[in-house]
């Protein structure tokens, strides 16, 4: 087995290989916030019910349709290696993105969003796999953070392209679909250049007679379950207000008769401010202090950044505070640590898997809570605001108890302490 420090001393291509592989992030919320973008119109011109909205939410690249991407691309990306996963599920994601370019009736949009979830999903474990593999021990969180900034432009992008086009109609729209079909064929030309994860490669050669098969029994041991459990509900029930906060917050803004530039602006300036978050606190910070401390730090202040809207209401001053407050909390929270640790607690054998696991439990769950979330946002706001803030505690409360902390460690230390 290769030491740390030869893991350590990387070629100089390993920020540019972060790069195109976590622009999947950019293409993965681009999608969502594309959608969302389009949804009052969709609702107007093919007169959907929220039932009908509930669905495209549920299958889109945001929920279900994307968690079962990740099951089948991570059970991939273990078995026949990072590289064929990451270079061509691009292709896929530009055939779906063909039924939301040229949507005609309500059945393509599903149809769209499906395919371009499943896309989507299979790229997460195979990007963040690849990006913890390659990264230098004492900067696997700078590099993880590359994908989290990443993952922020994509709604930055769209939703300022979104205010400017949004009076063209659906036709101003679909370029925004475009634009992010034209990068996924982009990427299956970039990637092509990109190599294998080298730790991978070498726990194939070390298996043996065993190599290309995926070691079930140790992925579902008590200390693997157990991770996966634990990063399922702390991620899981962020994501529930995350889901929510992404899709649906262009489309609640309009709902509420809010200025018509609040529906993009606003949303924007979230994950703007996120981006500067992961960039200034994050990555600079992720490998050097306690891991634990800057969780926390962020999870009190989306706890409270989500309780003013319980309190306050949808109004436009109390919705500008909301998310100034949780898009500076946002950048070193549940989602920056999620992708951190699904690639820190488990091996290189399995660690592709279960990170698709744990990504399809969180995005199915987030399918079904979507079902309601239109219909209870109608109705009653104040109750769906509340629920919100419990995951948020919840979430909160179950990442500070069990957080781990493994900055500075290689990969293989990290296996090695927790299989003795």
Request: aromatic fraction near 14%; glycine fraction near 10%.
């Amino acid at each position: 087995m290769t030491t740390t420090t030869d893991h350590a001393a990387r070629p100089p291509g390993q920020w540019r290989d972060t790069v195109l592989a976590g622009l999947a992030n950019y293409i993965d919320s681009g999608s969502i916030v594309a959608g969302s973008v389009a949804l009052a119109l969709w609702k107007d011109l093919y007169n959907l019910s929220d039932t009908f909205i509930g669905l495209i939410a549920a299958f889109s690249a945001n929920a279900i349709s994307a968690g079962v991407g990740a099951f089948i691309g991570g059970w991939l990306c273990d078995k026949v290696g990072r590289k064929k996963i990451y270079q061509y599920d691009m292709l896929f994601y530009a055939f779906g993105m063909m039924f939301l370019i040229f949507a005609s009736a309500a059945w393509m949009i599903i149809a769209g969003f499906l395919l371009v979830g499943l896309a989507v999903g299979a790229d997460i474990p195979a990007s963040w796999s690849l990006i913890a593999e390659q990264a230098p021990d004492d900067k696997r969180g700078a590099h993880s953070g590359v994908a989290q900034a990443l993952w922020n432009l994509g709604p930055v992008v769209v939703l300022v392209a979104g205010y400017f086009l949004t009076p063209f109609g659906i036709d101003g729209v679909r370029w925004l679909f475009i634009h992010l079909a034209v990068i996924a064929l982009g990427l299956t030309f970039l990637r092509s250049r990109m190599s294998e994860s080298q730790r991978w490669v070498e726990v194939q050669v070390a298996r043996g007679e065993k190599a290309g098969t995926v070691p079930w029994r140790e992925l579902f041991s008590p200390r693997y379950i157990a991770a996966m459990f634990y990063l399922v509900a702390m991620y899981g029930l962020w994501n529930l207000w995350a889901g929510y906060n992404g899709f649906f917050t262009p489309y609640l803004i309009e709902q509420n008769n809010l200025p018509e530039w609040a529906a993009t602006v606003l949303p924007a300036s979230y994950f703007l401010l996120c981006i500067l978050s992961v960039i200034f606190i994050f990555m600079p910070l992720a490998d050097k202090v306690s891991q634990r401390l800057l969780f926390g730090i962020s999870a009190v202040l989306q706890v409270a950044g989500m309780a003013m809207l319980a309190l306050f209401g949808f109004t436009l001053e109390t919705v500008i505070a909301h998310i100034v407050i949780m898009g500076l909390a946002g950048g070193f929270g549940a989602q920056s640590f999620f992708q951190l640790w699904s690639a820190e607690l488990f091996p290189t054998e399995i660690r592709s898997t279960a990170q698709g696991m744990t990504f399809a439990m969180v995005r199915i769950g987030l399918g079904i809570w979507s079902l309601a979330v239109p219909a209870l946002a109608s109705n009653d706001f104040t109750t769906l605001a509340w629920i919100l803030t419990g995951f948020l505690v919840a979430s909160g409360v179950i990442g500070l108890i069990w957080a781990p902390s493994n900055q500075g460690k290689s990969l293989e230390a990290i296996a090695a302490e927790r299989r003795g």
